[in-house]
Every structure is written in structure tokens, then in C-alpha cells.
């Protein structure tokens, strides 16, 4: 069964900063669905983790080319998919993703609930845009996974 944390960032910083928190509890080969309308924040967080993993360079959304890859720290692969324009698992099944998951690869997925039935165990962060740049994030962890959110400093 898994557990759901909230966290409400009020900055696009925030949000980069909660990504690198998520990138701390991987551990092993690792799935992260972000989920969210467009402008929710998925790719902040996923620019967050790549961060966080060691990546150096930009991170951006994989829209039109569908997945990006990346090399973190100690030669990690990082692959970052955009399913929105995918027709569903099927699709991503297609890519040959799964097929090359190592023991440390870490998958992050915008758009992952589009294609939920392909990511079983996925720890999902569904992003819900507020006013501003507030966002609202519900963080689902799986089994296993355990995360420790800091207390906001007072006054914020």
C-alpha cells in the first residue's frame, strides 16, 4: 500500500528543491511518474532530480523527440520521457525504455498517467498548479520508498 505526502511550494525554486529531495530517495533502478496539467511544474522537478543525480547541463522537457537521456554521477543512466504525445503503454512499450532499465537507471516519465499501466511500482508526484507559481504537490511512494520532507522554516 502505498503512502501520500503534500508539499505546497510557493517558488519555481521551491519546486526545483523538492525534485532534489525525491532524486535523494531513489535507490536502485527507479521509475518517478510526474504527473499534472501543462505549466504544473513536471519539468522543474524532473530538472531538480537530474540536479540532484549529478547531471551537468540543461535539462529540458522531452516533448518533440519523446526522451532524453542523461549521464549523472558515476556514469548513471537517467532517461527522461514525455508521454503526452504517446498513444499509451503501448507506445511507450515501443520506445524500448523498460528494455534498457540497469540496476541503478532512474526513469522519469511527464506525463506518466497517461501511461500508468506501464509503470507499475512508479513513485508518483502529481503536480496541481494554484495561484502564481504555488504548487500543490501530492507525493505517492510506493512500498519501500521513504522520504523525509523538512519542516518549512517559520514565517513562510
Not at 72 to 96: N, T
Not at 124 to 132: F, H, Q
Not at 145 to 156: D, T
Request: glycine content about 12%.
Amino acid at each position: 500500500m502505498s503512502r501520500r505526502l503534500i508539499v505546497t511550494t510557493k517558488t519555481p525554486e521551491e519546486t526545483l528543491a523538492v525534485g532534489r529531495l525525491l532524486a535523494r530517495s531513489l535507490v536502485g533502478a527507479s521509475c518517478v511518474s510526474l504527473e499534472g496539467p501543462l505549466g504544473a511544474g513536471k519539468t522543474v522537478v524532473a530538472q531538480g532530480m537530474c540536479a540532484e543525480l549529478g547531471v551537468e547541463g540543461p535539462v529540458t522537457s522531452p516533448t518533440y523527440t519523446l526522451q532524453n537521456e542523461y549521464e549523472g554521477s558515476g556514469g548513471r543512466l537517467i532517461i527522461h520521457v514525455d508521454a503526452f504525445r504517446l498513444g499509451g503503454p503501448e507506445e511507450f512499450d515501443d520506445l524500448g525504455v523498460l528494455d534498457r532499465m540497469e540496476t541503478d537507471t532512474v526513469l522519469l516519465v511527464e506525463w506518466g498517467d497517461r501511461i500508468a499501466d506501464a509503470l507499475p511500482g512508479a513513485l508518483r508526484v502529481e503536480m496541481t498548479p494554484e495561484d502564481g507559481d504555488v504548487r500543490r504537490i501530492a507525493i505517492h511512494l510506493p512500498d519501500g520508498v521513504e522520504l523525509e520532507i523538512p519542516a518549512a522554516p517559520e514565517g513562510s
